[in-house]
């Protein structure tokens, strides 16, 4: 069974930093890409950061780049996102996510398996 | 980047009607790049189609997608009372660079 758990979510102030971390377990984690995504409360999905099997290939949204950044361990198992400069707008649910394949432009890719979200909240 | 627009925004329907959910992309995506989520209040999205037309392990025939170019849809042959949420598009562009749709409520009338 595919399991996605997060952590390392909570309340941060404006301005400070914060480190995401995914567990996988129950498939073969460096023969696929993975994702995080983002919802506020009561918002749509945004996605923020993906990377590829072997972490060739790694994208950003615009809201988030030069202050994001993602990584992961593959001996571990373990996908991170570390976030400094944090705003308000970045209060959310953070999903970790995983891509059908392994790199983004790979046959036919899709979110196929998500964790249940860690939630970060930005306030003073 | 591509920007994607679902509509409607809500859809009022009832149970055993068909419901069709269109996706417009503001620039032509491949189709192998476009996929659909499911998501109900409290829980995570769930993989629908993917590939614009295929459907992710585990999902009902009544659930179907279609479409090319700039233009999708989502279709549900006959509306189960479980499959009354929140669905949204998604493509894959270049960069990389994922972005979702709106959203569109499927709600019981």
């Known amino acids: 069974e595919v399991q996605l758990v997060e952590s390392g979510g909570g309340l941060v102030q404006p301005g400070r930093s914060l480190r995401l971390s995914c567990a996988a377990s129950g498939f073969t984690f460096d023969d696929y890409a993975m994702h995080w995504v983002r919802q506020a409360p009561g918002k749509g999905l945004e996605w923020v950061s993906g990377i590829s099997w072997n972490s060739g290939s790694i994208g950003y949204a615009d809201s988030v780049k030069g202050r994001f950044t993602i990584s992961r361990d593959n001996a571990k198992n373990s996908l991170y996102l570390q976030m400094n400069s944090l705003r308000a707008e970045d209060t959310a649910l953070y999903y970790c996510?995983?891509?059908?394949?392994?790199?983004?432009?790979?046959?036919?890719?899709?979110?196929?398996?998500w964790g249940q979200g860690t939630l970060v909240t930005v306030s003073s | 980047e591509i920007v994607l627009t679902q509509s409607p925004g809500t859809l009022s329907l009832s149970p055993g009607e068909r419901a069709t959910l269109s996706c417009r992309a503001s620039q032509s995506v491949s189709s192998s790049y476009l996929a659909w989520y499911q998501q109900k209040p409290g829980q995570a999205p769930r993989l629908l189609i993917y590939g614009a037309s295929s459907r992710a392990t585990g999902i009902p025939d009544r659930f179907s997608g279609s479409g090319s170019g700039t233009d999708f849809t989502l279709t549900i042959s006959r509306l189960e009372p479980e499959d009354f949420a929140v669905y949204y598009c998604?493509?894959?562009?270049?960069?990389?660079?994922?972005?979702f749709g709106g959203g569109t409520k499927v709600e019981i009338k």
């Open positions: 998604q493509q894959y562009g270049s960069s990389p660079r994922l972005t």
């Open positions: 996510a995983k891509d059908r394949e392994g790199d983004f432009w790979s046959g036919y890719p899709g979110i196929d398996y």
